[in-house]
């Protein structure tokens, strides 16, 4: 591990822990019932912003390698980890996005080359149980549209994931119009699916302009920007490996500011959560399952220190809102 690995994964690391207030701050400041325009309000304005500071606007193939991964990491995955909020009992869509590990490293294996541990699969496994014995609560039978819908946006998040890792970015392009491409690709997909299915900005007051600036600003622009400035130079297993820290977030946010009490079990689930978040940060050893896999496309380009091969957006995404979501189950984000 070289010298700079601990401060970068430390700067990575404050995306999903911002990401973990998002909930909180949209229960207690934002209008109910809204989350596509929620959505919306998060990915365009922070998207266009940060294109007008990148001032680098797609080329060539690089115009639809941006709206497939702009619409992967935001526009699909957005709709998709709401629907699933709204429609599944307490923290289940947290628990099937904590399952986002597996997903990329199974990805990995075709698009990437790279051959899963078993270092790395058990990790995965002690990452979602932990996350499971903080947010899930016993509640009705579960909804399979809901089911489907957690499941399709863990899916969406991971294959961006690596996609994203694969294609790299082009040559001086940095992360920050790489993050600006993707934001504003994605907010452009929600805008109709957002007019059609919930209609006109709701009336808004001095305290939901504050959440939505905080939600855009800071919760977006600024923890986008550090997730995939961080990213590129980690591997794809490493940066999901730090989505727990939404939940995490968000739990300690619930227990501290509103109220919400943390039994032992949520408190033995948080500590194996945050122990697979730092053991999956660590390098992990050559020993590996099965046979090496056929590499899909051209080898990755080797990372050594300081190099950056361009940003990779992880599991992670915006806190499922609403009335009927559990305080307790934000996304594996964002």
């Known amino acids: 591990m070289d010298a700079k690995r601990p401060a970068l994964t430390a700067l990575t690391a404050l995306a999903p822990i911002s990401w973990g207030s998002t909930y909180a701050v949209t229960t207690e400041f934002l209008p109910p019932d809204r989350p596509l325009f929620t959505a919306l309000l998060r990915a365009l304005p922070a998207g266009l912003l940060l294109l007008a500071l990148a001032r680098v606007l797609p080329r060539g193939v690089w115009w639809g390698k941006a709206a497939v991964l702009g619409a992967l990491n935001i526009g699909a995955f957005f709709p998709l980890l709401f629907l699933s909020a709204y429609r599944l009992p307490g ?11 597996l997903f990329v490293a199974g990805l990995s294996v075709a698009l990437l080359g790279d051959r899963p541990t078993l270092r790395t699969l058990l990790t995965g496994i002690t990452a979602a149980l932990g996350v499971s014995l ?29 996609l994203t890792k694969r294609w790299g970015r082009p040559d001086g392009v940095g992360p920050l119009a790489l993050t600006a491409w993707q934001l504003t690709a994605g907010g452009l997909l929600i805008a109709p699916v957002a007019l059609v299915a919930e209609g006109g900005p709701p009336p808004l007051d001095g305290r939901a302009i504050g959440g939505y600036l905080y939600l ?15 990213i590129g130079r980690l591997t794809a297993t490493q940066v999901t490996f730090l989505g727990p820290l939404s939940p995490l977030t968000a739990a300690v946010i619930g227990w501290a500011a509103l109220g919400q009490a943390l039994t032992p079990v949520q408190s033995a689930g948080m500590t194996l959560a945050f122990g697979a978040t730092v053991f999956g940060q660590l390098r992990a050893r050559t020993t590996t399952i ?45």
């Open 134 to 162: 903080v947010v899930l609560k016993a509640a009705g039978a579960l909804d399979l549209v809901g089911v489907l819908a957690a499941l399709a946006s863990t899916a969406s998040m991971s294959t961006g994931t690596v």
């Open 91 to 101: 923290g289940m869509a947290a628990v099937v996005g904590s399952t986002g590990p």
């Open 290 to 334: 099965g046979p090496a896999p056929t590499t899909v496309g051209p080898a990755p380009a080797t990372v050594g220190p300081g190099q950056d091969v361009g940003p990779t957006p992880v599991a992670g995404g915006p806190t499922p809102v609403g009335p009927t979501a559990s305080a307790l189950a934000p996304c594996s984000e964002g």
């Open 216 to 230: 855009a600003l800071a919760n977006t622009a600024v923890a986008y920007w550090l997730w995939f400035r961080g």
